[in-house]
Structure formats: structure tokens, C-alpha cells
């Protein structure tokens, strides 16, 4: 079988149909807010690199803080979800997130620039396992395949925060950017998280009495498949944690754009992965799980390759958006097959190895960029996205489809 069509050992309980609405929505707006406020983080990447006076080596290491602190919570809060329920931790999760972004433009060296990306990485890991778990469940009661709709809406407040931050950058500091980004959050959680609270998850009253007790244990070719899918997941958080940390730098470094401008390039990635997504359901029950994983990592290699080699500007951002409709549809289909297998065990998994790659690829860049140039150094993503579509054309007879 291919990478689709695997049912979970459970039944999903619908709730009533007004309460699924309510919480796609809800959980929607959770979504847009992690983007936008992690869009609004990277587009002052540069500013804060000058602040700081780091190399690009220094600021590969530093930034490895927000994928250390995201791979080291993640397993943590797939606990936690079993525990209270993925609704309260992504309320905590928002909390914690909206406050930790204001703390980077703070510092004045790489040392302690890493130390608070470490929090706001831990904040940022948590929400992402509490809100996809949530997704899941949801995901399983409505009986379509509308994950990408949740991550369209990341995308999409990715792409805002980034015009905003495209806005704001000549004008407004990046403490005060960020500062208004805290105040942002905490509104948006204080409005949306009391509806989240009151919304019980569309599981059966096992499923949590289960998931409240010990770790269940995964069958050895469950645990198998969802390392598959977590192996697909890394592939692909590699290539957005690239674009998110070194899009901007390469646009105004190598291409001589102005701060403005680079943050666009952000912008146009994020774009194309909104609309990527918001057609993702529609292209999964067309295409099915595996022939999208495998057109969408060779599409995202040939933007890729494109985006980082080009020698202007227009053509970089276009690469930009051909890698963004490549890599949009990836995570998502490796999160919720991992979590339709296993629950918040295989969330957690998955999205453990996806940090991973952007756990390696901060660090990795920095120092391809210093050994050889920042554009060659990009190519790496073209290449990890290539052994995504292998690993789906490799999958296709044990995935599920």
C-alpha cells in the first residue's frame, strides 16, 4: 500500500457538529498565531545579527537554540497532551510563546541570543505537538484529509508577520517589533483560548482514560512507519527552518536587497505554502499521500536549486516560491499519518526527527556558508527535499497510501 488509507486502531467519536466547527476554527487561529509570530521573529534575523556582532558561524550556533529547546520539549509534551489534553497545553504552549519572542532583541552577543532562543524554541516545540495532536483528532472525527488546512493557516500568518515585518523595518526596532508581537499573542490567546478549554477533544472516553495513564507501547512496524514519516518530516522542517533563518540574509548579503525587501522573500515563501496548502486537501484526495509527497519534494528541490543559484533577484524569489509549493503539503502528511498511527506518541515522534532537521540545518548552513558561500550552502535543501520524494516512491507498498 502507499503512504495513505491507514485507519486508526481507534474510531474517532464525532461531537456535535457545531463543536467541530468551533474547534477547527479555534485551533485555525492557534495555528496562524504560531506563524505569524515565528515570521515576525525571522524577518529581524539580520537586524539582530548586527546587534549582536555575530559570524555566520556564531549565529548558526545560536539559532540551533530554538530547535535544541523545540527536539528537547517535544517528546516532553506528547506526555503532557495524554496527560491534561492537547487543548490546555496549546493554551499554555501560546502563553509562553507570545512572552519568549520579545526576549531576543534583548541581547548583545551570540551566547546570549542562543540562551533565550532556547526558551522561545521550548515555547514554540510545545505548541507545535499540543495543536497538531488536537488536529489529529480532529482530522479523524471529520473523516477528511484536512491537515493542510491547519498548516495553510500557519503559513499564512507566517506571510503576514512577514509583511508586517517587511513594514516595520525601517521604522519600528526590533524590540519594539517584537515587543508589539508579545502584546499581539497574549490578546489572541486571551480571546481564543477560553473556547479552545471549553471544547472536549472528538476522541472516545477510553481513548483519553488510556492516553491519561501509562505510555502506551508501539508495535515495532508502527514504531517503524512513524520514523518513516518523522524521517519525511525532517527532510522537509530543514528546508523551512533554511528559508526562515537564512532566506532574508542570502536576499540582502548575496543579492544586495534592502531589509525591506528580504523580508518579502520570506513573505513569497510563505505565500506559495498557504496556497500550497490550501489546495493540499483536495490534492490529496486526488493524488493520494504518496504521489504528493513525491511531486512535492522534487518540486521543492528544483526551487530550491533555483532560489539559491540564481544571480538575481527576481529569480530568487521565485525559486523562493517554487521550493515553498514543493515543501507545503510534506509535513503535514508525515504529521497527522504519524499521529493517526500512534496518537500524541507519534506526533511527538515525528515532530521530534522534523526539529531535528532544523536542529541540523541552522548550524549546518552556517558553517557550509563559512567554509564555502551561503548560496551553496542552500543547495543542501534541494538535496534533502530530493530524498523526501525517494523515501515516498521507497514507501509507497508498506506506507498506507
Same mark, same amino acid.
Given at each position: 500500500m502507499p503512504l495513505i488509507n491507514k485507519t486508526r486502531s481507534?474510531?474517532?467519536?464525532?461531537?456535535?457538529?457545531?463543536d467541530l466547527t468551533r474547534l477547527r476554527i479555534v485551533l485555525t487561529t492557534f495555528f496562524a498565531l504560531d506563524g505569524f509570530i515565528f515570521a515576525g521573529w525571522v524577518v529581524r534575523i539580520p537586524?539582530?545579527?548586527?546587534?549582536?556582532?555575530?559570524?555566520?558561524?556564531?549565529?548558526?550556533?545560536?539559532?540551533?537554540?530554538?530547535?535544541?529547546?523545540?527536539?528537547?520539549?517535544?517528546?516532553?509534551?506528547?506526555?503532557?497532551?495524554?496527560?491534561f489534553g492537547s487543548h490546555p497545553v496549546t493554551v499554555v504552549c501560546a502563553v509562553l510563546l507570545s512572552l519568549s519572542v520579545a526576549l531576543p532583541p534583548l541581547t548583545h552577543s551570540a551566547p546570549a541570543l542562543g540562551a533565550v532562543l532556547l526558551f522561545f524554541g521550548a515555547a514554540y516545540g510545545g505548541i507545535n505537538v499540543a495543536f497538531n495532536s488536537?488536529?489529529?483528532?480532529?482530522?479523524?472525527?471529520?473523516?477528511?484529509?484536512?491537515?493542510?488546512?491547519?498548516? @495553510? =493557516?500557519?503559513? !499564512?500568518? +507566517?506571510?503576514?508577520?512577514?509583511? *508586517?515585518? /517587511?513594514?516595520?523595518? #525601517?521604522?519600528?526596532?526590533?524590540?519594539?517589533?517584537?515587543?508589539g508581537l508579545t502584546c499581539i499573542g497574549l490578546l489572541v490567546t486571551a480571546l481564543a483560548g477560553p473556547t479552545l478549554l471549553r471544547i472536549a477533544p472528538p476522541v472516545p472516553p477510553e481513548r483519553i482514560a488510556h492516553?491519561?495513564?501509562?505510555?502506551?507501547?508501539m508495535a515495532p512496524r508502527t514504531r517503524g512507519l512513524v520514523l518513516v514519516f518523522g524521517l519525511i518530516a525532517l527532510c522537509t522542517a530543514y528546508g523551512e527552518g533554511?528559508?526562515?533563518?537564512?532566506?532574508?540574509?542570502?536576499?540582502?548579503?548575496?543579492?544586495?536587497?534592502?531589509?525591506?525587501?528580504?523580508?518579502?522573500?520570506?513573505?513569497?515563501?510563505?505565500?506559495?505554502?498557504?496556497?500550497?496548502?490550501?489546495?493540499?486537501?483536495?490534492?490529496?484526495?486526488?493524488?493520494?499521500?504518496?504521489?504528493?509527497?513525491?511531486?512535492?519534494?522534487?518540486?521543492? @528541490? =528544483?526551487?530550491? !536549486?533555483? +532560489?539559491?543559484?540564481?544571480?538575481? *533577484?527576481? /529569480?530568487?524569489?521565485? #525559486?523562493?516560491?517554487?521550493?515553498?509549493?514543493?515543501?507545503?503539503n510534506l509535513f503535514p502528511v508525515a504529521v497527522e499519518r504519524a499521529g493517526a498511527l500512534a496518537g500524541p506518541s507519534g506526533v511527538a515522534t515525528a515532530s521530534t526527527l522534523g526539529y531535528g532537521g532544523m536542529l541540523l540545518g541552522p548550524p549546518a548552513i552556517g558553517f557550509m556558508a563559512d567554509w564555502f558561500s551561503l548560496p551553496t550552502a542552500l543547495t543542501s535543501v534541494a538535496v534533502l527535499a530530493g530524498i523526501a520524494a525517494l523515501i515516498g516512491v521507497a514507501t509507497r507498498k508498506v506506507g498506507g497510501g
Amino acid at each position: 500500500m502507499p503512504l495513505i488509507n491507514k485507519t486508526r486502531s481507534h474510531s474517532a467519536v464525532p461531537g456535535k457538529g457545531n463543536d467541530l466547527t468551533r474547534l477547527r476554527i479555534v485551533l485555525t487561529t492557534f495555528f496562524a498565531l504560531d506563524g505569524f509570530i515565528f515570521a515576525g521573529w525571522v524577518v529581524r534575523i539580520p537586524a539582530i545579527k548586527e546587534q549582536t556582532n555575530a559570524t555566520a558561524s556564531t549565529l548558526g550556533l545560536a539559532l540551533l537554540g530554538v530547535s535544541a529547546g523545540a527536539v528537547i520539549t517535544m517528546t516532553l509534551t506528547g506526555r503532557l497532551c495524554r496527560r491534561f489534553g492537547s487543548h490546555p497545553v496549546t493554551v499554555v504552549c501560546a502563553v509562553l510563546l507570545s512572552l519568549s519572542v520579545a526576549l531576543p532583541p534583548l541581547t548583545h552577543s551570540a551566547p546570549a541570543l542562543g540562551a533565550v532562543l532556547l526558551f522561545f524554541g521550548a515555547a514554540y516545540g510545545g505548541i507545535n505537538v499540543a495543536f497538531n495532536s488536537a488536529a489529529v483528532d480532529l482530522v479523524a472525527a471529520l473523516r477528511r484529509p484536512v491537515m493542510p488546512s491547519f498548516h @495553510a =493557516a500557519f503559513s !499564512l500568518g +507566517g506571510m503576514v508577520g512577514a509583511g *508586517l515585518g /517587511a513594514l516595520v523595518a #525601517g521604522s519600528l526596532s526590533p524590540t519594539r517589533h517584537l515587543l508589539g508581537l508579545t502584546c499581539i499573542g497574549l490578546l489572541v490567546t486571551a480571546l481564543a483560548g477560553p473556547t479552545l478549554l471549553r471544547i472536549a477533544p472528538p476522541v472516545p472516553p477510553e481513548r483519553i482514560a488510556h492516553d491519561a495513564g501509562a505510555r502506551p507501547r508501539m508495535a515495532p512496524r508502527t514504531r517503524g512507519l512513524v520514523l518513516v514519516f518523522g524521517l519525511i518530516a525532517l527532510c522537509t522542517a530543514y528546508g523551512e527552518g533554511a528559508l526562515a533563518d537564512w532566506g532574508a540574509l542570502h536576499l540582502e548579503q548575496d543579492l544586495h536587497a534592502s531589509a525591506g525587501v528580504a523580508a518579502v522573500g520570506y513573505s513569497c515563501f510563505a505565500l506559495a505554502m498557504t496556497v500550497g496548502r490550501l489546495s493540499g486537501t483536495a490534492l490529496l484526495e486526488r493524488l493520494g499521500r504518496t504521489r504528493t509527497v513525491v511531486a512535492g519534494g522534487a518540486t521543492a @528541490a =528544483a526551487g530550491m !536549486l533555483v +532560489g539559491a543559484l540564481s544571480d538575481t *533577484l527576481w /529569480a530568487a524569489l521565485l #525559486g523562493f516560491a517554487i521550493a515553498g509549493l514543493g515543501l507545503a503539503n510534506l509535513f503535514p502528511v508525515a504529521v497527522e499519518r504519524a499521529g493517526a498511527l500512534a496518537g500524541p506518541s507519534g506526533v511527538a515522534t515525528a515532530s521530534t526527527l522534523g526539529y531535528g532537521g532544523m536542529l541540523l540545518g541552522p548550524p549546518a548552513i552556517g558553517f557550509m556558508a563559512d567554509w564555502f558561500s551561503l548560496p551553496t550552502a542552500l543547495t543542501s535543501v534541494a538535496v534533502l527535499a530530493g530524498i523526501a520524494a525517494l523515501i515516498g516512491v521507497a514507501t509507497r507498498k508498506v506506507g498506507g497510501g
